[in-house]
């Protein structure tokens, strides 16, 4: 059962929270099942998430651990409404941004036109971006390169654009997946510190991340995802101590 | 007090819901920028690598015309039709921004999984602008098809005008075509495979180098049929206004105007009601 008697102001809640996706299997084995249409065989169903209930507070951190394919980007996309649970439901005040423009710009395109880009994408409104431009342009580090097609950068030059973009908008609720390991060291301090300011700003981020060492730097509560079920909810060191050592000894397959 | 009333007693919202109708438009009409500013570069991101560039948005239809106008002109021989040049690439350029809104909206929400994976707007902004970079794409192609009739020798007149509203209504439908042929293509991949035969299907029998009037002459039914397709009624009434011997049947207009307005007021709904189940694949 989950606390609902805290005093805390409560941003997000998760009632129940089930993702599942149909997807065409290659047909072979499914096929071996006898007494089943080849129709019905080849569509089967991934139950991504398994019935999360969590009450997520004003002013937290939230750190999502969990191993590949546990479901974590699942659940991140159901709260940011990109991805609707298929059961169960999701309340938030306001709306869950997540940090992310990538598949919104164009590689053909100058830097400077993908902001623009990008921005819109987010839904910053045209004035809003023309004005916030040259701020991202200074962000990125990328001035002398903004006029060029964005396919002639290199990995980590895109990065810092692609970051500089997204973490300029302001986010009550914040969904931040895989987001920290971007640009060179200098470039990935900057961020860390955008973020840290973003949090001050946003009120309660959600990260989900691999690096034990950013979770437990950054976050103030952890929960755990393991196939799509939440294994443990508390202080992030308990919760990454636990999780490295299931993860050490490998009993979670 | 169990999880859904707490959440509604502190003022939280369900996410992840279907908004209103009217609610929805209004949020279309807000991101309306995005949606523009996608298309416009898309388009402009298309041909940035080619040495021809932009010129290669006249030149396919262009040669498409030229092949179509050397195949069956010698095919159709007396069969052809008077001012055959003008009457061809009149329908081959106006298909082709049918054929490509059609296209590119079947494979609106499918090519586009990274977009629906990290960012929230109103789904029906992906087919819409694939429409509008069609749109984009075709205006270039109307400059050329007025050359075209001045070199072929039709004159200038106040009739030219009428590309305007028959632009404005084949723009119509193809954005309903578009939204409802990309909710379609979510639910069953496999459609985008018959896309081309769809198209192909339109192409032979909207007329684009022979007049059905004359092909269909002994069969009237046939002749019915064929006059309740929309792609034929656009292309009919653009050489009605650009080609001097030709005329605009007001039929054309009720079966134009009919189905442009139907079928994007139904595409703009049935995209709708899907809303919050695009991007799951």
Same mark, same amino acid.
């Given at each position: 059962?989950?606390?609902?008697?805290?005093?805390?102001?409560?941003?997000?809640?998760?009632?129940?929270?089930?993702?599942?996706?149909?997807?065409?299997?290659?047909?072979?084995?499914?096929?071996?099942?006898?007494?089943?249409?080849?129709?019905?065989?080849?569509?089967?169903?991934?139950?991504?998430?398994?019935?999360?209930?969590?009450?997520?507070?004003?002013?937290?951190?939230?750190?999502?651990?969990?191993?590949?394919?546990?479901?974590?980007?699942?659940?991140?996309?159901?709260?940011?409404?990109?991805?609707?649970?298929?059961?169960?439901?999701?309340?938030?005040?306001?709306?869950?941004?997540?940090?992310?423009?990538?598949?919104?710009?164009?590689?053909?395109?100058?830097?400077?036109?993908?902001?623009?880009?990008?921005?819109?994408?987010?839904?910053?409104?045209?004035?809003?971006?023309?004005?916030?431009?040259?701020?991202?342009?200074?962000?990125?580090?990328?001035?002398?390169?903004?006029?060029?097609?964005?396919?002639?950068?290199?990995?980590?030059?895109?990065?810092?654009?692609?970051?500089?973009?997204?973490?300029?908008?302001?986010?009550?609720?914040?969904?931040?997946?895989?987001?920290?390991?971007?640009?060179?060291?200098?470039?990935?301090?900057?961020?860390?510190?955008?973020?840290?300011?973003?949090?001050?700003?946003?009120?309660?981020?959600?990260?989900?991340?691999?690096?034990?060492?950013?979770?437990?730097?950054?976050?103030?509560?952890?929960?755990?995802?393991?196939?799509?079920?939440?294994?443990?909810?508390?202080?992030?060191?308990?919760?990454?101590?636990?999780?490295?050592?299931?993860?050490?000894?490998?009993?979670?397959? | 007090?169990?999880?859904?009333?707490?959440?509604?007693?502190?003022?939280?919202?369900?996410?992840?819901?279907?908004?209103?109708?009217?609610?929805?438009?209004?949020?279309?009409?807000?991101?309306?920028?995005?949606? *523009?500013? #996608?298309? /416009?570069?898309?388009?402009?991101? @298309?041909?940035?690598?080619? =040495? $021809?560039?932009?010129?290669?948005?006249? %030149?396919?239809?262009?040669?498409?015309?030229?092949?179509?106008?050397?195949?069956?002109?010698?095919?159709?021989?007396?069969?052809?039709?008077?001012?055959?040049?003008?009457?061809?690439?009149?329908?081959?350029?106006?298909?082709?921004?049918?054929?490509?809104?059609?296209?590119?909206?079947?494979?609106?929400?499918?090519?586009?999984?990274?977009?629906?994976?990290?960012?929230?707007?109103?789904?029906?902004?992906?087919?819409?602008?694939?429409?509008?970079?069609?749109?984009?794409?075709?205006?270039?192609?109307?400059?050329?098809?007025?050359?075209?009739?001045?070199?072929?020798?039709?004159?200038?007149?106040?009739?030219?005008?009428?590309?305007?509203?028959?632009? *404005?209504? #084949?723009? /119509?439908?193809?954005?309903?075509? @578009?939204?409802?042929?990309? =909710? $379609?293509?979510?639910?069953?991949?496999? %459609?985008?495979?018959?896309?081309?035969?769809?198209?192909?299907?339109?192409?032979?029998?909207?007329?684009?180098?022979?007049?059905?009037?004359?092909?269909?002459?002994?069969?009237?039914?046939?002749?019915?049929?064929?006059?309740?397709?929309?792609?034929?009624?656009?292309?009919?009434?653009?050489?009605?206004?650009?080609?001097?011997?030709?005329?605009?049947?007001?039929?054309?207009?009720?079966?134009?105007?009919?189905?442009?307005?139907?079928?994007?007021?139904?595409?703009?709904?049935?995209?709708?009601?899907?809303?919050?189940?695009?991007?799951?694949?």
């Amino acid at each position: 059962m989950v606390a609902t008697e805290s005093s805390k102001k409560p941003v997000i809640v998760l009632d129940d929270v089930h993702v599942t996706y149909q997807v065409f299997g290659t047909g072979k084995k499914a096929n071996k099942v006898k007494g089943k249409s080849l129709s019905r065989t080849r569509m089967r169903e991934v139950h991504a998430v398994k019935g999360v209930s969590l009450v997520i507070h004003e002013g937290e951190t939230l750190g999502i651990v969990g191993s590949n394919g546990s479901g974590k980007s699942s659940l991140m996309r159901a709260i940011a409404g990109l991805f609707p649970a298929t059961g169960g439901s999701v309340y938030a005040l306001g709306k869950p941004m997540m940090l992310g423009v990538g598949a919104a710009l164009l590689p053909n395109l100058s830097g400077d036109k993908n902001i623009l880009l990008g921005g819109l994408a987010m839904g910053y409104s045209k004035k809003e971006i023309t004005q916030a431009s040259e701020s991202i342009i200074d962000f990125s580090g990328l001035r002398d390169f903004i006029d060029l097609p964005m396919r002639t950068y290199s990995q980590g030059m895109s990065a810092r654009l692609r970051f500089s973009i997204a973490a300029t908008k302001k986010h009550d609720i914040l969904i931040i997946d895989e987001a920290l390991a971007v640009g060179d060291r200098q470039f990935r301090l900057k961020a860390e510190s955008r973020i840290r300011q973003m949090r001050q700003e946003a009120g309660t981020v959600l990260l989900v991340s691999h690096n034990m060492k950013s979770i437990q730097d950054t976050c103030n509560r952890v929960i755990w995802l393991e196939k799509g079920v939440l294994l443990m909810d508390g202080n992030p060191k308990e919760v990454c101590d636990a999780y490295i050592a299931a993860m050490e000894k490998g009993d979670t397959d | 007090m169990n999880l859904a009333d707490y959440a509604t007693a502190n003022g939280l919202t369900q996410v992840g819901v279907r908004p209103k109708f009217g609610e929805y438009l209004k949020q279309v009409w807000q991101r309306r920028d995005f949606a *523009f500013i #996608m298309s /416009l570069y898309a388009s402009e991101s @298309a041909n940035a690598r080619s =040495r $021809l560039g932009g010129w290669w948005l006249v %030149l396919v239809p262009s040669l498409q015309a030229f092949t179509y106008g050397l195949i069956f002109g010698l095919i159709l021989g007396s069969l052809r039709p008077a001012n055959f040049i003008p009457f061809l690439i009149t329908g081959v350029f106006l298909f082709s921004f049918f054929s490509g809104s059609f296209s590119a909206g079947a494979k609106a929400i499918t090519s586009n999984s990274g977009l629906l994976k990290t960012l929230s707007f109103p789904r029906i902004l992906l087919p819409l602008s694939a429409v509008i970079r069609e749109f984009i794409n075709f205006i270039p192609q109307l400059a050329i098809l007025a050359i075209v009739m001045l070199v072929f020798g039709q004159e200038i007149s106040w009739e030219w005008l009428y590309l305007i509203p028959i632009t *404005f209504l #084949m723009f /119509l439908f193809s954005t309903g075509l @578009a939204m409802i042929s990309a =909710r $379609l293509t979510v639910r069953i991949q496999d %459609l985008n495979k018959l896309v081309p035969f769809i198209t192909r299907l339109m192409f032979y029998s909207s007329g684009i180098f022979f007049e059905i009037e004359r092909i269909f002459a002994d069969y009237p039914e046939l002749l019915a049929i064929a006059t309740l397709n929309p792609v034929h009624a656009f292309i009919s009434l653009a050489r009605g206004a650009l080609v001097n011997d030709l005329q605009m049947s007001p039929v054309l207009w009720i079966v134009a105007t009919a189905w442009s307005v139907g079928t994007f007021l139904f595409g703009v709904f049935y995209f709708w009601r899907a809303e919050a189940r695009y991007g799951r694949d």
